[in-house]
């Protein structure tokens, strides 16, 4: 009977071995990973900066209960089949610490986030040694796209941001498309022809846009026709550029102002009373 209890008590050393090891390894991993997150959170706090910068859920909404002020502006962006769609950019201002939320659903790329910071950075370098004791939370409603991209929404947020920061209603008749630098100008986007439709469908009356982008290239089609000694025509089709002011052909057809704007303060009076 003791010649057959060794093998089997052989085996379940083994086994038992092959277990620990496995736990040790997977404690090694569990321990790596939660080394990795610690490290990614840090480099996420340092990229953020002064104002910081976090993203949170509708599952897991950011702190504090009191609204300290409300508002929205419309946005316009350019779906994955190129269509341009409207948007809804919405902003509160709640008790806080300077901190930047913005909501994941729909998700936004990261340049859409280094967007809005930009943006709030611009609207409180209006207030130079102002202490703001208050958390600027952002979210996007009322759209088709699954994903938000890109930074055009950029002169939008500035726009919000300077609203809900002086309490002024924001007018219902313009949108506005372009990206936010640290000094007030507004960059140039993407997609402008498309932006501009969606914008006039949705029956808004002013679309402002970048400065120097009224004028947009593209390629007509043309087809020269040569008849040959055999009896057949030769079809050769070539495109050639043309230029399409987009401010001239938007307010002929479809009764939409489009404005260049170069810096935020030219934008404001469109979108504020007096």
Known sequence: MSSNAGPGNAGLLIALGF???????????IYSLEGEISALKEEVRELSGPLGLSVYSQSDPPRGSITMA???IPIVAVSDDEIG???KMNLRLIPGSNDILIDTNPFSEP??????????????SRYPGAKLDMDFVFNFTSTRAQLIGGESAGAAAAVLTIAALEDRDIKKDAVITGTINEDGSIGQIGSVLEKTKAVSDAGYKYFLIPEGQADVIYYERQ???RSTDLGFDIMRSKYVPRTLNISQAAYEELGLNVIEVSNIDEALPYFFEG
């Open 111 to 124: 340049e859409v986030q280094y967007a809005v910071k930009k943006a709030v950075a611009v609207a409180r």
């Open 223 to 225: 087809v020269e026709r």
């Open 19 to 29: 277990l620990l090891l496995l736990s040790l390894a997977n404690s090694y991993y």
């Open 70 to 72: 409300q508002k929205s």
């Open 85 to 87: 769609v409207m948007g």
